[in-house]
Nanobody, 122 residues
């Protein structure tokens, strides 16, 4: 079973930055893609950014393009989400997820971390 552990959430003022990290362990050979999802109260969960585990393809949600950057360090089995120019509407619980399927298909994710809260104050 793939295990994912996130870190790096917190409280930040609008315009600020945060970096989320996700360490992947166990059965990593199953992984084809990694993604960051978020879910705000009363809203559906959405795929914010995703990256192929090997290869260079990346997906971003339109509202975060130019502000968020997803990257990976395969040697450390770690995926990062660098978030800049944060807005209050970015406030949500952020989840790291892994898929053995298509990285850009939000429905394909079958391994999940516990989530980390990101709060952006105005």
């Amino acid at each position: 079973q793939v295990q994912l552990v996130e870190s790096g959430g917190g409280l930040v003022q609008a315009g600020g930055s945060l970096r989320l990290s996700c360490v992947v362990s166990r059965r990593t050979f199953r992984i084809r893609g990694m993604g960051w999802f978020r879910q705000a109260p009363g809203k559906e969960r959405e795929l914010v950014a995703a990256i192929q585990w090997s290869g260079g393809s990346i997906y971003y949600l339109a509202s975060v393009k130019g502000r968020f950057t997803i990257s990976r360090d395969n040697a450390k089995n770690t995926v990062y989400l660098q978030m800049s120019s944060l807005k209050p509407e970015d406030t949500a619980n952020y989840y790291c997820a892994a898929t053995s399927g298509t990285y850009s298909d939000s429905r394909a994710y079958n391994y999940w971390g516990q989530g980390t809260q990101v709060t952006v104050s105005s």
